[in-house]
């Protein structure tokens, strides 16, 4: 059965399939219940004669501060569970299940916190963590917060089980965290959150609370209208089980969670024709029995107006071990050495870990390692003695421990989270200049880039992230990728990237060069073949080298690069367009996202803004449209007579686009509609660029009318029906 995919924006309502953040921490509850299990193990063992094992206390030793009070979260294990955590011989509260929380008053300089974790048999485990109480900085200011809320309005009516909070906050201190109904919101100056909510009225508290506890509260009010089940023909989605398909076991049952989702609520959950137990929001429960081998589960989810969605699950039973393995792995760390004393901010870790039922899993203060039987991870280093704790498990959950101590003697600060936004990458062509930028955020400073990976013949990776350059090979390429912020803090992701056969009757829509800022020290590199010539506009204060590099500060507007070749003994010419935009800000007011929508082999968009004072449309006016790592560009354009309606085609062999404009003179306004059928996936192309969830995605784009430019960046969610997947933007 082929799957579609389309995308579909709603600006007045959040969907309900963008609150799987609060779900997944319940999944992730029952997965760590399914793996603390004794049974789970597989071992065999009656008597529990191992002591427990204390994974994590969090905030690290050797953290510094500048409070009287720390919140401290351990993560203990115990396989038949941990009885009590006591912190400086005072009990710890328990949070969740293998989750304990304490408050720990600090003195003035260094404090010795010992925690103690006891299991029910008796045994205990013991670690000892300091924390630095620093008073040499500036006193605490008292002002609080700037709280500003932009959605949603006060009594604002939805018929979606959850509702999208955002906002923005401010503060003297440079930091505020923001709670919605106690919940921390996502992003630190920006902020988001999605808010459960149940039929009738709700209240939504927003707190914003600074770095000195300062605080400054608002209330929302939410109210959720009941759908109405006689005119939906939508059926559930079927979105996570736990175990996923494919999990292996030597258990003879096992219990299923299974997170279903519908619009009016799911009403019958059967696995099997035996029905499931609803546990919590769209939670289902239900214990299946498991035979040697493969084991089908046909799970049926249905609503209260009778549709359904049906979803095949694959367990696997294999035959347990007649001998238990109870010898923890050989772990071994050959860097760094102990004692070392460093002023980079993070020091790779690496060594080698074996055992005769093989390695799980090795984690580095926490985090897992790149590899098992030879692993290396960098850890993040803190001013003074930072103790590194190596953990490796095997199959069989028997753990071993390592700790070396490393001493930063640098500089430090905290910053916000460094993380990716480029997931996927565009298609590439054998024989076509390719050019793309990859994106992150929350770095400090300049990011540097370095491929793990060969990069296909012909491409290469420039230290500002462009992927660059003309393939020659067909397929598929895994590409591994590493960004480094001045801080020297690095993060790694694996990229796909496509290259199909250009032949005659194939062609593509636009090429575009990654944009740059106008007046900033920029270098491009131009995706030229040797057999090419450059054809580069007149471009004030840009100079280019013999290796195609431009390089010097650019001014704004849309510059096109014609490139001449020959293909089959003809002279040919390709066009390159780069985007260079006003630093300061968009220029286009008022933009309204009014429609998108994309399809596997379709996109339409549709979109208002002010057009006042602006300068008048022309047949040669160029107008952009870039969604992700997807951009369509039209140069020349039919006009009306009145010169208010401009109307662009751009036909090729496998796509063919069509551009509207309508300047309305006496609202001042110009409305735009694209239309785009495609022979290729264009949901790989604009998820490029995205900030990506369980089943929603942000995606970074920007629309361009001449020299007006306005960035956007619209939130999409995912719809499933029986025969499709359907993205939509809840407006």
């Not at 694959?314 to 071990?321: A, F, G, Q, S």
């Not at 500060?553 to 040919?572: A, C, D, L, S």
């Not at 009306?640 to 751009?650: E, F, K, L, M, P």
């Amino acid at each position: 059965m082929s799957t579609q995919c389309c995308l579909d924006i709603h600006t007045r309502r959040s969907p309900a399939s963008r609150m799987l953040s609060s779900v997944a921490l319940v999944l992730a509850g029952a997965a760590l219940l399914f793996s603390a299990s004794p049974s789970f193990a597989g071992t065999g063992l009656q008597a529990n004669a191992a002591d427990p094992v204390i994974l994590s206390v969090y905030p690290p030793d050797g953290y510094h501060t500048r409070t009287d009070q720390l919140r401290m979260k351990i993560l203990a294990y115990d396989r038949e569970g941990i009885a009590a955590i006591t912190v400086n011989d005072s009990t710890a509260q328990k949070c969740r299940t293998n989750i304990w929380l304490y408050t720990a008053a600090l003195e003035s300089g260094t404090n010795e916190f010992i925690v103690i974790a006891q299991n029910k048999a008796g045994n205990a485990a013991t670690q000892v963590v300091t924390y630095i109480r620093n008073d040499d900085c500036r006193p605490p200011e008292t002002n609080p917060p700037v709280l500003r809320i932009a959605a949603p309005e006060d009594y604002a009516e939805t018929d979606n089980p959850c509702m999208y909070v955002y906002g923005s906050v401010s503060d003297d201190s440079g930091y505020a965290a923001v709670l919605v109904n106690t919940i921390p919101a996502y992003g630190h100056s920006n902020w988001h959150q999605y808010v459960w909510l149940r039929p009738g009225t709700n209240v939504i508290t927003i707190t914003a609370l600074d770095r000195f506890r300062n605080s400054t509260t608002e209330i929302r009010h939410a109210v959720r209208l009941q759908a109405d089940p006689d005119n939906d023909t939508t059926p559930p989605r079927i979105a996570r089980t736990f175990p996923p398909d494919g999990f292996t076991t030597e258990r003879e049952t096992l219990p299923l969670h299974i997170l279903a989702h519908d619009n009016i609520g799911v009403v019958l959950l059967t696995v099997n024709g035996n029905n499931a137990v609803h546990r919590f929001r769209d939670i289902w429960s239900i214990e299946v029995n498991l035979a040697p081998g493969t084991n089908d589960y046909m799970i049926i989810a249905q609503d209260a107006a009778g549709n359904a969605s049906r979803q095949l699950l694959k367990l696997i039973r294999t035959i347990p071990r007649s001998i238990p393995d109870t010898t923890p792995p050989i772990l071994v760390i050959t860097e760094p050495t102990a004692w070392l004393v460093t002023t980079n901010k993070k020091v790779l870790v690496q060594g080698s870990a074996a055992d005769r039922s093989g390695v799980a899993l090795v984690t580095v203060n926490g985090i897992t390692a790149r590899g098992t039987t030879n692993w290396q991870q960098f850890a993040h280093l803190i001013p003074g003695t930072n103790m590194i704790v190596v953990t490796a498990v095997d199959t069989c959950t028997n753990t071993a421990y390592r700790r070396v101590p490393v001493i930063f003697d640098g500089e430090w600060c905290q910053s916000q989270k460094f993380e990716f936004m480029t997931y996927q990458l565009p298609y590439g062509y054998r024989g076509k200049p390719y050019s793309f930028r990859l994106m992150t955020r929350g770095g400090e400073g300049s990011v540097t880039w370095e491929s793990l990976d060969d990069l296909p013949d012909d491409l290469a990776l420039a230290e500002n992230g462009q992927i660059y350059g003309t393939p020659n090979t067909t397929g598929t390429f895994d590409i591994t990728v590493t960004a480094t912020d001045s801080m020297g803090r690095s993060i790694t992701e694996n990229l796909d990237l496509t290259i199909f056969d250009l032949d005659d009757s194939l062609n593509i829509l636009a090429s575009c060069l990654p944009e740059v800022a106008a007046g900033d020290d920029c270098t491009l590199a131009l995706p030229l073949r040797p057999d090419s010539r450059l054809v580069p506009p007149d471009i004030p204060g840009l100079r280019m080298n013999d290796r195609g590099e431009i390089s010097g500060k650019p001014v704004p507007g849309i510059h096109i690069f014609t490139v001449e070749t020959e293909r089959n003994g003809q002279p040919t010419s390709e066009r390159l367009f780069w985007l260079v935009s006003e630093p300061e800000q968009d220029t286009l007011s008022n933009f309204n996202l009014k429609k998108l929508k994309v399809k596997a082999n379709a996109l339409t968009a549709a979109a208002r803004c002010d057009w006042n004072n602006k300068p008048e449309l022309n047949s040669s006016t160029p107008i952009v449209l870039e969604l992700g790592g997807f951009i369509a560009v039209a140069e020349k354009a039919a006009m009306s007579a009145n010169g208010n309606v401009y109307r662009a085609r751009i036909k090729t062999a496998d796509q063919d686009a069509r551009f509207t404009l309508r300047y309305r003179p006496g609202s001042e306004t110009m409305t735009m509609t694209v239309r785009i059928k495609s022979g290729r996936n264009l949901i790989e192309h604009v998820n490029a660029y995205s900030t990506p969830d369980t089943n929603a995605a942000r995606i970074y784009g920007k629309v361009m009318i001449g020299n007006e430019i306005i960035h956007i960046s619209p939130t999409v969610t995912i719809k499933q029906t029986a025969n499709r997947t359907c993205e939509k933007l809840v407006r």
